[in-house]
């Protein structure tokens, strides 16, 4: 005889979300419920059917750890050096504690190129003119131009002391200087290493100084420069044109007040966008510029509220951020409040629209990541991490679900509770069913909680046969 029992599919349909509440109420609908959103997504990664799996465990580039002043990779990057003879050089190169090392087309092995930098400083790399030019906010260490031969000298030419830069128009264009924080700075035209001084091709343009605010980030973008300051009101310019003077000359155009970025690490592309975090949250540049300040076109949305009250703030301007395209996401490394420690990563999907969010570390440890990097490696880019401990790290891909120090970690996701329709009915559970792709023979836990009784838990194998025991 017939009964009111009914099936329905429970399907991951969004990502980790902390502020669209604890429940979500519909009922489903010709056999499915789609899962809009979830209370936890850490360490993972999704498939593209928008199922969660645990992200890749971690294998360390370097064997031996590097030991030298606080021992912290402060920042990597992967330069290419075309040169004269038509086949390139790669050349990695890592600031760690008071020294900068560079690796030989990722051979395992740094070298010691400069010594006596200011430890615990934030810097800069980027390519100009075929040479990698280092920087970084010490107001003591000048900029390098870091070639193949020599590996470090001094950046020629009479360069201001800048943080950061970036290549736009064959020029390269400066910015953080103590004395002057709003002022923006470039080369004469193809001259980063030699030519910073000459009246009418090198000069500068003040970015609406004494505004409360600094020059905080530089990024090159649809054939324009785009200048952001921080970190207290925010807001970020255009610099058009292509040359000092005459009919294409720069000049500054005002883009977007109320927003702007923490630093210059912080900023990364997605396609034709820029992402990047502020104070407040993470945005895109394409939303920004069409609704400003307006909270619910920040990337960040679904988890401001643990943006603002999770994370330590006093150490935002540190973050790194990371396109990793080969997997689809974007990636920015924090500090836990409490804490100094870059011991968690906010990860962005932007293969689905809306993009779904997720984390690394939030619930279980997994690599403290300092710095992050994209790194060749035959041809294919990895993720990189520079650790607090002197080892650079592969990770979110590697097969083996560890870590080279700490061994396991677990991966965590929650849904919300769900009412399956309206709550004034009441509805009883009859059986359940999980779906899984087994990848080794380990044990995961499954959880579920009724109304206000304590959670049940039951130990699922993937260790292959009867999947559900």
């Keep these: 005889m017939p009964d009111r029992a009914q099936k329905a599919i429970l399907a991951f349909a969004g990502g980790w979300s902390v502020d669209f509440g604890p429940s979500f109420t519909a009922a489903p609908q010709n056999g499915a419920l789609p899962i809009p959103f ?22 360390r580039l370097n064997a031996t750890a590097i030991s030298d002043g606080t021992n912290t990779v402060h920042g990597l990057f992967d330069a ?37 930098l200011e430890d615990s400083k934030e810097p800069g ?8 030019i280092w920087s970084s906010t010490s107001t003591v260490d000048v900029p390098q131009a870091l070639s193949v031969t020599p590996a470090a000298a001094n950046l020629g030419g009479s360069p201001p002391n800048f943080a950061f830069g970036a290549w736009h128009k064959n020029r390269a264009w400066a910015a953080g200087v103590v004395s002057n924080p709003s002022r923006l700075y470039y080369c004469a035209s193809l001259k980063p ?13 003040d970015i609406d100084p004494d505004d409360g605010d600094r020059i905080t980030g530089l990024r090159s973008h649809k054939n324009e420069l785009l200048v952001f300051k921080g970190p207290n009101t925010g807001s970020i310019h255009r610099i058009t044109g292509s040359s000092p003077s005459g009919t294409d000359a720069f000049a500054r155009v005002p883009y977007v007040r ?13 396609g ?11 945005h895109s540049l394409a939303a920004t510029a069409a609704y400003g300040d307006y909270v619910e076109a920040f990337l960040a949305r679904p988890i401001l509220t643990y943006y603002q009250n999770e994370l330590n703030h006093t150490v935002l301007n540190q973050t ?45 440890v997994y690599v403290n990541c300092h710095s992050l990097a994209i790194l060749q490696l035959n041809r294919v880019h990895r993720l990189y991490a520079g650790l607090t401990t002197g080892f650079v790290q592969r990770i979110a891909d590697v097969a083996d679900r560890s870590l080279p120090a700490s061994g396991a970690y677990t991966m965590d996701v929650k849904t919300p509770f769900l009412n399956l329709g ?26 579920w909680t009724r109304d206000t009784f304590a959670e049940d838990t039951a130990s699922l194998s993937q260790g292959g046969g009867d999947t559900l025991g």
């Design 422 to 447: 309206s709550s004034a009915h009441l509805k009883n559970a009859n059986a359940g069913f999980h779906s899984i792709l087994p990848k080794g023979a380990y044990n995961f836990a499954f959880g």
């Design 258 to 270: 109320g927003v702007g970025s923490l630093n210059h690490n912080g900023l990364t592309t997605i």
């Design 80 to 116: 290419w050096y075309q040169g004269s003879l038509g086949t390139e050089t790669q050349i990695e190169w890592a600031n760690v504690g008071t020294r900068i090392y560079s690796m030989d087309a990722m051979d395992g092995t740094w070298d010691s190129r400069l010594t006596g």
């Design 38 to 59: 979830l209370l936890s997504a850490d360490n993972l990664l999704y498939e593209l059917d928008g199922g969660p799996h645990k992200v890749g465990g971690s294998t």
């Design 272 to 282: 034709d966008d820029v992402v990047f975090a502020s104070p407040r949250g993470i």
């Design 125 to 132: 790399f980027f390519m100009a003119g075929d040479v990698c």
């Design 193 to 205: 290493n030699t030519d910073w001084t000459t009246a009418g091709d090198a000069g500068s343009i």
């Design 320 to 364: 790194w951020a990371a396109n990793y395209f080969t997997k689809g996401v974007c990636l920015w490394t924090f500090a836990k409040a409490g804490g100094t420690t870059k011991n968690v990563v906010l990860g962005y999907d932007y293969r689905f629209v809306p993009g779904r969010w997720f984390s690394w570390g939030r619930n279980s």
